[in-house]
């Protein structure tokens, strides 16, 4: 399928690594001139050099902190008109609702909320004048499924979430839709890092809880990258322009209800 992106033009949040590089690597093949953007320089730069040389479509890269006004400014600078914008941050390690502090709250939703949704602010209105925009923001199953120890992103996920919902149906007569991505269990650094902040309060191994989470998901396994990254890019295509508004689980079967 041709997704009628080709020659469009996108800013990737967390482009460097896991699903963020996926995202990158799929709109790339698609034509798309993709930015990446993200805080370490030197997977910047061998994600980029990769993946250009996978697809043969050039991907620039830029270093730029979503959660500070001076990273936000540098992704913009790098990319000033992005049609499609992707949000992606890690979140935070699991822990005790007890012991986080009221700093520790604040980097969480500058990561996973204000940020995301400062890119918004400064995007969408160039979308809208020239009618194609798409927003993807990958959150997290956890805004239907909150996990106790996941409390930090349960919280500032839900709040982007919540945000967009309406301004998604403001912007979609003008061609800019806004959808959120929630991945379950994926085999990427960001799980690795989840499983080592559970190691003290399960009492397990990193290998046996790396097993366990894999197999007792309904798909026998974890999610790939690309399988995210291919999702994402159907929902960035000239194609989806009546969904919107829209929280996407792609987990493998792991969220029980209905609806």
């Given at each position: 399928m041709d997704l009628g992106i080709n020659g469009k033009t996108a800013l990737v949040f967390g482009g460097s690594r896991g699903m963020g590089r996926a995202v990158a690597q799929q709109l790339s093949s698609e034509g798309v001139h993709v930015v990446i953007a993200a805080r370490t320089q030197a997977t910047l730069e061998a994600a980029a050099s990769e993946i250009t040389a996978q697809t043969g479509t050039p991907v620039r890269w830029v270093i730029a902190d979503i959660t500070t006004e001076a990273g936000r400014d540098a992704a913009l600078a790098a990319c000033p008109a992005p049609d499609i914008l992707v949000n992606n941050a890690d979140g935070p390690e699991p822990g005790d609702f007890r012991t986080w502090t009221i700093a520790d709250w604040h980097a969480a939703l500058d990561a996973m909320m204000l940020g995301p949704i400062e890119m918004i602010r400064r995007t969408v209105d160039g979308m809208i004048e020239r009618k194609f925009g798409r927003i993807v923001n990958i959150v997290s199953r956890s805004v239907k499924t909150p996990q106790i120890e996941l409390g930090l992103s349960n919280g500032a996920r839900s709040g982007l979430v919540g945000f967009v919902a309406g301004l998604a149906r403001q912007t979609v007569r003008h061609?800019?839709?806004?959808?959120?991505?929630?991945?379950?269990?994926?085999?990427?650094?960001?799980?690795?890092?989840?499983?080592?902040?559970?190691?003290?309060?399960?009492?397990?191994?990193?290998?046996?809880?790396?097993?366990?989470?894999?197999?007792?998901?309904?798909?026998?396994?974890?999610?790939?990258?690309?399988?995210?990254?291919?999702?994402?890019?159907?929902?960035?295509?000239?194609?989806?322009?009546?969904?919107?508004?829209?929280?996407?689980?792609?987990d493998g079967g792991g969220y029980p209800g209905t609806f």
């Amino acid at each position: 399928m041709d997704l009628g992106i080709n020659g469009k033009t996108a800013l990737v949040f967390g482009g460097s690594r896991g699903m963020g590089r996926a995202v990158a690597q799929q709109l790339s093949s698609e034509g798309v001139h993709v930015v990446i953007a993200a805080r370490t320089q030197a997977t910047l730069e061998a994600a980029a050099s990769e993946i250009t040389a996978q697809t043969g479509t050039p991907v620039r890269w830029v270093i730029a902190d979503i959660t500070t006004e001076a990273g936000r400014d540098a992704a913009l600078a790098a990319c000033p008109a992005p049609d499609i914008l992707v949000n992606n941050a890690d979140g935070p390690e699991p822990g005790d609702f007890r012991t986080w502090t009221i700093a520790d709250w604040h980097a969480a939703l500058d990561a996973m909320m204000l940020g995301p949704i400062e890119m918004i602010r400064r995007t969408v209105d160039g979308m809208i004048e020239r009618k194609f925009g798409r927003i993807v923001n990958i959150v997290s199953r956890s805004v239907k499924t909150p996990q106790i120890e996941l409390g930090l992103s349960n919280g500032a996920r839900s709040g982007l979430v919540g945000f967009v919902a309406g301004l998604a149906r403001q912007t979609v007569r003008h061609n800019v839709t806004i959808n959120n991505l929630l991945p379950g269990v994926f085999a990427t650094d960001a799980q690795r890092r989840h499983i080592n902040g559970m190691l003290d309060t399960t009492g397990k191994t990193f290998d046996q809880l790396w097993e366990e989470r894999g197999s007792n998901n309904p798909a026998g396994r974890y999610g790939r990258a690309e399988e995210l990254g291919a999702l994402c890019a159907f929902v960035c295509s000239a194609h989806a322009g009546y969904m919107t508004g829209q929280s996407l689980l792609i987990d493998g079967g792991g969220y029980p209800g209905t609806f």
